[in-house]
């Protein structure tokens, strides 16, 4: 088949592995404002859920599920991986899922699992109009290297990249600037978690209420100019980094403008100016 068979609708949901579910929970519903959906699942759309956190000693990234456009779109990408696992009926059943299959990519050793459909229920957001879940970022000891499998064998397209920092690319034909991303780091572990909102005064509230409650802000608030997005990071329980950002560039599907090199330096991350603070994407062992 050939790749351009491989379309995407959307990043379909986040695993993560979190030490203390209990506790979690509350930070996740509370602070973070997703939406309890029973056994660990989280909300913060129509989707079944969007954040699925499962106890476990090391806190990190379990698993991303990516939605595809159609059966056939599911049939192409399962061609690109030379050994794949069915996802059991019964799993599917609570995932909210349509039949299903994992497979590990091959430079970070992530598991992806590839779905069509999942089932969905009325909204309504809570005390944070969040409007997506809305990308992960990973660090790779081989960043070029993952970049090209997921533009070369998964059909992704790159948006932009910072010199020897990070490359930012979108799951195609889905028109976000981003919903992947894989930066330079000595192992490959989890960057970040974003959570895209609907208002710029959820990143002013954020700010405040995180703090209140305990937590750090490793970066922002502050604008990135790849993607134009008004941002803010903090971490959660475990420091794992969470991202809430407000706006971002759209794609067309054709004649897209071309992928742009940014010099590296902290002026292509931050118009205004913020500085990372230490635990910045810096806890989020990846589960083998």
């Known amino acids: 088949m050939p790749i351009s068979d491989i379309r995407y609708h959307r990043l379909g949901y986040i695993a993560l592995n979190v030490t203390n579910l209990a506790r979690s929970a509350a930070f996740y519903e509370h602070i973070v404002g997703l939406t309890p959906a029973g056994n660990g699942f989280f ?40 050994q794949t696992t069915d996802v059991p009926e019964s799993e599917c059943e609570s995932l909210g899922i349509s039949a299903a299959f994992r497979a590990t990519e091959p430079t970070t050793g992530t598991v992806f699992e590839f779905y069509v459909h999942m089932s969905s229920a009325p909204f309504t957001p809570t005390h944070t109009k969040i409007a997506r879940l809305g990308h992960l970022v990973l ?30 690319m979108r799951c ?59 941002f803010l990071y903090f971490l959660d329980p475990d420091g ?27 002026d292509s991350i931050d118009y205004w100016g913020a500085v990372p603070q ?11």
């Open 43 to 82: 909300r913060c759309s129509d989707k079944h859920h969007d954040i699925l956190l499962v106890e476990s000693p090391t806190p990190g990234l379990k698993r991303i599920g990516w939605q595809m456009e159609s059966p056939a779109a599911l049939a192409a990408v399962r061609a690109q991986f030379a």
């Open 240 to 266: 794992i980094t969470l991202e809430y950002s407000f706006g971002m560039e759209e794609f067309p599907e054709s004649e897209p403008r071309p992928a742009r090199d940014m010099p590296k330096g902290l």
């Open 172 to 230: 195609f034909p889905n028109p976000f600037h981003h919903s992947f991303g894989v930066g330079n780091g000595p192992v490959p572990i989890l960057h970040h978690v974003n959570f895209m909102v609907t208002e710029m005064d959820d990143i002013g509230k954020a700010f405040w209420r995180v703090q209140k409650a305990g937590s750090r802000i490793v970066f922002g608030p502050g604008r990135h100019p790849p993607s134009d997005s008004i």
């Open 139 to 168: 660090s790779s000891p081989t960043r070029d290297a993952t970049a090209t499998f997921m533009r070369d064998t998964l059909n992704f397209r790159i948006s932009d990249k910072i010199e020897d920092t990070v490359v930012f």
């Open 278 to 288: 230490p635990g910045f994407g810096a806890t989020g062992t990846i589960e083998r």
